[in-house]
């Protein structure tokens, strides 16, 4: 699986886009220096970027033990193991101290997060006053889902906790958040995500095959499928989101 999704996403990544998604995330911030905690950080791809290109201290907060084995490795090989401290956590409250952060940021990981009130209330007690949350995220359209997004639901074979873009504003002003922007990002997505999918049925495919056999490969394939319906449907969606702790 994570074999298969870095050769869909790149080395190191466990979402779409890759770097150039992170600098849309920053976009603006100036992070040489600064201390960013990375919630999901995967296989650590985000973290090195975020060190190497941007400047920053990283501390990488992730629930899967085995991703954070492989994504220290990959620090490690970058020689970055001094500015990136990548931990394995419990769901719940950070292992943080109070206003100790100049930066939470998170790519496409809160997705699996129920309950986005009470992490928001977390990373605002953990940022300084005038520190940001950036993110991007999946979310979901207005209204019940439909056969298609239960079909792509049981493609994925994992459950998701996604909200509309306009949860988050509402969500973070309630945490006490200020500066708040929502930015729907779907039709770059869709793109990005239709060409995805032709990869996968062309160059991709003998690959593909060749790390998950033909069968699971296939299975792959159809679920990018169900995933550009709902996406062209607009019951999948994409955001970025960024407020600031006043
Ligand atoms: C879709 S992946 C994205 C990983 C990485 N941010 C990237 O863009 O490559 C989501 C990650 O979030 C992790 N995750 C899920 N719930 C979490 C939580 N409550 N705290 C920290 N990490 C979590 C998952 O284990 C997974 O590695």
């Given at each position: 699986?994570?074999?298969?999704?870095?050769?869909?996403?790149?080395?190191?990544?466990?979402?779409?886009?890759?770097?150039?998604?992170?600098?849309?995330?920053?976009?603006?911030?100036?992070?040489?220096?600064?201390?960013?905690?990375?919630?999901?950080?995967?296989?650590?791809?985000?973290?090195?970027?975020?060190?190497?290109?941007?400047?920053?201290?990283?501390?990488?907060?992730?629930?899967?033990?085995?991703?954070?084995?492989?994504?220290?490795?990959?620090?490690?090989?970058?020689?970055?193991?001094?500015?990136?401290?990548?931990?394995?956590?419990?769901?719940?409250?950070?292992?943080?101290?109070?206003?100790?952060?100049?930066?939470?940021?998170?790519?496409?990981?809160?997705?699996?997060?129920?309950?986005?009130?009470?992490?928001?209330?977390?990373?605002?007690?953990?940022?300084?006053?005038?520190?940001?949350?950036?993110?991007?995220?999946?979310?979901?359209?207005?209204?019940p889902y439909s056969k298609d997004m239960e079909y792509?639901?049981?493609?994925?074979?994992?459950?998701?906790?996604?909200?509309?873009?306009?949860?988050?504003?509402?969500?973070?002003?309630?945490?006490?958040?200020?500066?708040?922007?929502?930015?729907?990002?779907?039709?770059?997505?869709?793109?990005?995500?239709?060409?995805?999918?032709?990869?996968?049925k062309g160059p991709l495919r003998d690959r593909m095959?060749?790390?998950?056999?033909?069968?699971?490969?296939?299975?792959?394939?159809?679920?990018?499928?169900?995933?550009?319906?709902?996406?062209?449907?607009?019951?999948?969606?994409?955001?970025?989101?960024?407020?600031?702790?006043?």
């Amino acid at each position: 699986m994570l074999d298969m999704l870095e050769l869909v996403w790149g080395a190191g990544f466990l979402s779409p886009g890759g770097p150039a998604a992170v600098d849309e995330i920053v976009d603006g911030l100036d992070l040489a220096g600064k201390l960013v905690v990375d919630i999901g950080s995967g296989l650590g791809g985000v973290d090195v970027h975020l060190a190497r290109q941007h400047g920053a201290r990283v501390i990488g907060m992730e629930i899967a033990a085995p991703l954070v084995a492989l994504a220290q490795a990959r620090v490690a090989a970058a020689g970055l193991s001094d500015r990136v401290d990548l931990r394995h956590c419990a769901p719940g409250p950070l292992a943080l101290d109070d206003a100790s952060l100049d930066v939470v940021f998170s790519k496409d990981s809160l997705i699996h997060v129920a309950d986005k009130d009470a992490v928001f209330r977390d990373y605002r007690r953990v940022l300084a006053p005038g520190g940001w949350l950036v993110m991007s995220d999946w979310m979901r359209g207005p209204g019940p889902y439909s056969k298609d997004m239960e079909y792509w639901f049981e493609m994925e074979g994992l459950s998701y906790h996604m909200q509309p873009l306009d949860f988050y504003a509402g969500a973070l002003e309630a945490a006490g958040f200020a500066e708040i922007e929502v930015v729907d990002t779907s039709a770059e997505y869709r793109v990005l995500c239709d060409a995805e999918y032709a990869q996968m049925k062309g160059p991709l495919r003998d690959r593909m095959a060749a790390i998950l056999g033909a069968e699971t490969r296939d299975h792959f394939v159809e679920n990018w499928r169900a995933m550009t319906v709902v996406l062209h449907k607009g019951e999948l969606r994409t955001g970025r989101v960024r407020a600031r702790k006043p």
